[in-house]
């Protein structure tokens, strides 16, 4: 499940800094949303969901904003660590019968030691 | 480990061939995903089926083709491969409406 060499947007940070990674999704009638960590070699893990009754949430060290507005997704990461490296997917869901995710094109994070 | 399994891990075929990607769900997961990650589209959607029936279809290609099985594994058939076929192939499970998905280590096929 590795993602070297995809040509994404990529976050440099320091190790112990916060993280703030943004996403812009595509369908305003979207109901609910999920941010995934994909490490090399493995496939997408779930971090966090928000609903879009909602405008945010928070989980161990990571928090999910929601602004429906202008259709905008954050996750914040505190205290970013080297296993937080990864690249990070939002995701949405739209209220239609299929009940499937639809992906961001996601970010790189690097955390520099 | 997210309890999805997924064969085989690689593959090299060439162009003009076809092959099957498999896949076995979460226990007790009713629903099955494909995506294809490339790297220049993300993770695109190609076809969801639940509990046997083909619920939602993507950007999947005439060329590709699934099905979900009594057992609930499903397979993904890939044929007349080009070269852009070369991906990761994921199969995800859930077993809610609106939930989770959980994602198998993917299938990376190399098509020569």
């Known amino acids: 499940g590795e993602s070297v060499g995809l040509h994404l947007p990529t976050l440099s940070v320091q190790e112990g800094d916060n993280s703030i990674i943004n996403c812009a999704y595509s369908n305003s009638a979207s109901d609910y949303f999920i941010w995934y960590k994909q490490e090399s070699g493995k496939g997408p893990q779930f971090i966090i969901d928000i609903r879009s009754n909602m405008d945010k949430r928070q989980g161990q060290r990571v928090t999910v904003l929601l602004n429906k507005t202008v259709k905008h997704l954050s996750l914040q990461i505190a205290a970013t660590q080297p296993g937080d490296s990864a690249v990070y997917f939002c995701a949405e869901n739209t209220p239609d019968r299929s009940y499937k995710l639809i992906f961001g094109s996601g970010t790189r994070l690097l955390v520099r030691p | 480990d997210s309890g999805v399994t997924q064969t085989p891990k690689h593959l090299i075929t060439a162009t003009g061939q076809r092959v099957t990607l498999r896949c076995s769900p979460r226990?007790?997961?009713?629903?099955v995903y494909w995506y294809q990650q490339s790297l220049d589209q993300g993770l695109q959607f190609l076809i969801q089926?639940?509990?046997?029936?083909?619920?939602a279809k993507g950007n999947i290609l005439e060329r590709f083709s699934a099905q979900q099985f009594p057992d609930l594994h499903s397979e993904l058939n890939l044929s007349s491969l080009e070269l852009g076929d070369s991906a990761l192939y994921f199969c995800?499970?859930?077993?809610?409406?609106?939930?989770?998905?959980?994602f198998g280590e993917g299938s990376r096929l190399t098509v020569l």
């Open positions: 226990s007790g997961d009713l629903s």
């Open positions: 995800a499970s859930g077993n809610q409406n609106i939930g989770e998905l959980f």
């Open positions: 089926y639940y509990n046997g029936e083909e619920r």
